[in-house]
């Protein structure tokens, strides 16, 4: 029963370290190990969001994607009035943020 225990803690603890812990926002195509320019490609092709949230080494040689997050949703507030009522009403809307790309050039 302890071995159990202590497997799903360590489990569940890489799971939050990882960044895993959550469920991707929405599926992107794993881009790690692509050169940049393709990975770019691929993304703007298929309409992902993307950051570079990393970039390091040379930029006049090879630069290839070494790691790829989801950067989960934020919520935009609108509000909308109306008219029956009289009052203004929020309306919350999850919008995806994309992925954010580390990218090592050599």
């Given at each position: 029963m302890?071995?159990?225990?202590?497997?799903?803690l360590f489990v569940a603890t890489a799971a939050v370290?990882?960044?895993t812990g959550t469920a991707a926002a929405q599926t992107a195509p794993v881009v790690v190990g692509m050169n940049q320019q393709s990975a770019v490609e691929l993304l703007t092709e298929r309409n992902i969001p993307f950051t570079i949230?990393?970039?390091?080494?040379?930029?006049?040689?090879?630069?290839v994607v070494t790691e790829q997050r989801d950067k989960g949703n934020r919520t935009e507030v609108d509000y909308e009035y109306d008219h029956g009522d009289k009052v203004f009403k929020r309306i919350e809307t999850e919008?995806?943020?994309?992925?954010?790309?580390?990218i090592v050039c050599r």
């Open positions: 302890r071995t159990k225990l202590i497997g799903a370290a990882l960044g949230t990393n970039r390091s080494g040379n930029l006049s040689g090879r630069c919008v995806w943020r994309g992925i954010g790309l580390t």
